[in-house]
């Protein structure tokens, strides 16, 4: 099973490397772009099989190590 963790900042947090990106897209003349959010994407690959478990133990990996719980927000996807 394959289990993919997006992690981003949460509302209301300042995202410095997503102000760069805006900034630099701005200035390569790409119009329409109003806010530019930076993130991560982390694709564990597991042994577990069943999807409850999985998710049990995916979501510790994030609480306690992926994931700044403080200012960030994390999604998983089991696939």
């Known amino acids: ?7 981003s900042l949460k509302a209301g947090v300042l995202d410095s490397q997503g102000k760069a990106v805006h900034h630099a897209l701005d200035s390569l003349h790409f119009k329409g772009v109003s806010d530019v959010r930076v993130g991560k994407q982390i ?3 597991l042994d577990e099989t069943d999807k409850t478990k999985a998710m049990a133990e995916v979501t510790k990996m ?12 994390y999604e998983i996807e089991l696939v």
């Open 62 to 73: 994030c609480e306690d190590l992926l994931a700044n719980t403080v200012i960030e927000d």
């Open 43 to 45: 694709i564990l690959k």
């Open 1 to 7: 099973m394959k289990a993919i963790v997006n992690v």
